[in-house]
């Protein structure tokens, strides 16, 4: 809400993001075609579970399997994915994917928009999963290889795009990807942006790897949803500040409770 409100302020729009909780995506489908809401973002768990409720999808939505975005057009609920434009976005001008091998690690619904970002950028991806079934299937829908996690020794790969929750707040020690693969890349992205100096991202700029982090794939996403949304370029320099402003300051509060957690441990 908070990239979404500034962005809004700073474009003149009367428009309000806020936050909304339900449990039951078919009522809150019905709330928002009647009650003349623009736009939602869908969130975990339910960018699949919307699929069949709305009455249209775009059809990269569609492909990727989830969708993250709905419009409402005249009480008529559309459906779309920026989770993918946004990752590619991000990648493109910063990192040449044309005919590169790209290791996507993980295999949930990030995974997929992942793996269809690549392949839209002219990308080979290769699916990295802990789970063998999940990345098989994974790979078999976008008819890419599949690597088991345990085996990522022998990944041979231009770049890597971490798509698993691991390294997120507050386990952010924890790397999904063993160190010594990082220096036969020569990028790593990560989408988890709290911190967004993860671990992962931190060993692979140590091994000389481009480092590229969360924020920029998640302004883009929500760039995209404006954009959809109003018919009009989201301001994206002043969501992207505003989204770091928040993410220092909650990185301070975090610290100073855990110093205040170490004192309290030495008396
Ligand atoms: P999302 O839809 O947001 O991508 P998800 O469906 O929960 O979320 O998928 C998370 C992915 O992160 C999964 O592929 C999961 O691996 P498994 O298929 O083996 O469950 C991966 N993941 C989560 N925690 C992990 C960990 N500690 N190490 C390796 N992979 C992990």
């Given at each position: 809400?908070?990239?979404?409100?500034?962005?809004?302020?700073?474009?003149?729009?009367?428009?309000?993001?806020?936050?909304f909780?339900g449990?039951h995506?078919e009522k809150t489908l019905a709330l928002i075609r009647d009650g003349g809401i623009?736009?939602v973002?869908?969130?975990?768990?339910?960018?699949?579970?919307?699929?069949?409720?709305?009455?249209?999808?775009?059809?990269?939505?569609?492909?990727?399997?989830?969708?993250?975005?709905?419009?409402?057009?005249?009480?008529?609920?559309?459906?779309?994915?920026?989770?993918?434009?946004?990752?590619?976005?991000?990648?493109?001008?910063?990192?040449?994917?044309?005919?590169?091998?790209?290791?996507?690690?993980?295999?949930?619904?990030?995974?997929?928009?992942?793996?269809?970002?690549?392949?839209?950028?002219?990308?080979?991806?290769?699916?990295?999963?802990?789970?063998?079934?999940?990345?098989?299937?994974?790979?078999?829908?976008?008819?890419?290889?599949?690597?088991?996690?345990?085996?990522?020794?022998?990944?041979?790969?231009?770049?890597?795009?971490?798509?698993?929750?691991?390294?997120?707040?507050?386990?952010?020690?924890?790397?999904?990807?063993?160190?010594?693969?990082?220096?036969?890349?020569?990028?790593?992205?990560?989408?988890?942006?709290?911190?967004?100096?993860?671990?992962?991202?931190?060993?692979?700029?140590?091994?000389?790897?481009?480092?590229?982090?969360?924020?920029?794939?998640?302004?883009?996403?929500?760039?995209?949803?404006?954009?959809?949304?109003?018919?009009?370029?989201?301001?994206?320099?002043?969501?992207?500040?505003?989204?770091?402003?928040?993410?220092?300051?909650?990185?301070?509060?975090?610290?100073?409770?855990?110093?205040?957690?170490?004192?309290?441990?030495?008396?």
């Amino acid at each position: 809400p908070l990239m979404h409100n500034a962005a809004y302020r700073a474009m003149g729009l009367r428009a309000r993001y806020q936050l909304f909780e339900g449990e039951h995506p078919e009522k809150t489908l019905a709330l928002i075609r009647d009650g003349g809401i623009r736009g939602v973002s869908v969130t975990l768990p339910f960018k699949e579970a919307v699929l069949p409720l709305l009455d249209e999808v775009a059809p990269d939505a569609l492909h990727v399997g989830s969708v993250n975005t709905v419009t409402n057009v005249d009480g008529r609920l559309r459906g779309d994915n920026t989770d993918w434009t946004g990752l590619a976005r991000d990648l493109r001008g910063r990192v040449d994917i044309r005919g590169k091998t790209v290791a996507v690690v993980g295999a949930g619904g990030a995974a997929r928009a992942a793996v269809y970002a690549v392949q839209q950028e002219g990308g080979i991806p290769v699916v990295v999963n802990r789970t063998r079934t999940r990345g098989e299937t994974l790979a078999g829908r976008f008819g890419c290889s599949f690597l088991p996690l345990p085996e990522i020794g022998s990944l041979c790969a231009d770049g890597l795009i971490n798509t698993t929750p691991v390294g997120m707040m507050p386990r952010v020690d924890e790397s999904p990807v063993d160190r010594s693969v990082l220096c036969r890349l020569g990028w790593v992205a990560d989408i988890v942006y709290n911190p967004p100096a993860t671990t992962l991202l931190r060993e692979a700029a140590g091994q000389g790897c481009k480092a590229i982090d969360g924020i920029g794939m998640f302004v883009n996403q929500g760039a995209e949803q404006i954009r959809i949304w109003t018919g009009q370029a989201a301001p994206m320099e002043r969501m992207r500040w505003v989204v770091e402003e928040a993410l220092n300051q909650r990185s301070e509060v975090a610290s100073q409770r855990s110093e205040v957690g170490g004192r309290s441990e030495g008396r």
